[in-house]
Nanobody
Framework: QVQLVESGGGLVQPGGSLRLTCAVSGFSPNIYSVGWFRQAPGKEREGVSCISSIDGTPDYADSVKGRFTISEDKAMNMVFLQMSNLKPEDAAVYYC?????????????????WGQGTQVTVSS
């Protein structure tokens, strides 16, 4: 049974940083692609960053390029999203998603497995 568990959300001031963590389990074989998505109230879920299971190449939404970094620890089956220089418009529920396949672009319809989400609030 595939499970994804996010952690690391919270309240941060504009300009601050947070690191989100996603623990992935249950894939057999243990091959999958992962992505981070976010959904703000009244808005559609949007892709923030996805990473290829083939070559580890990351994709980023234009709105987060240069501020967010996705990374993996495959030995630990964990995925991270380092967020820096956070802005109020980054506030949302952030979701980790995974799938045995990797498809571009980084969009929610390409992922079958989802975590429960973690809230990120950016406010002074």
């Amino acid at each position: 049974q595939v499970q994804l568990v996010e952690s690391g959300g919270g309240l941060v001031q504009p300009g601050g940083s947070l690191r989100l963590t996603c623990a992935v389990s249950g894939f057999s074989p243990n091959i999958y692609s992962v992505g981070w998505f976010r959904q703000a109230p009244g808005k559609e879920r949007e892709g923030v960053s996805c990473i290829s299971s083939i070559d580890g190449t990351p994709d980023y939404a234009d709105s987060v390029k240069g501020r967010f970094t996705i990374s993996e620890d495959k030995a630990m089956n964990m995925v991270f999203l380092q967020m820096s220089n956070l802005k109020p418009e980054d506030a949302a529920v952030y979701y980790c998603a995974a799938d045995p396949l990797f498809l571009r672009p980084c969009e929610a319809s390409h992922y079958d497995y989802w975590g429960q989400g973690t809230q990120v609030t950016v406010s002074s």
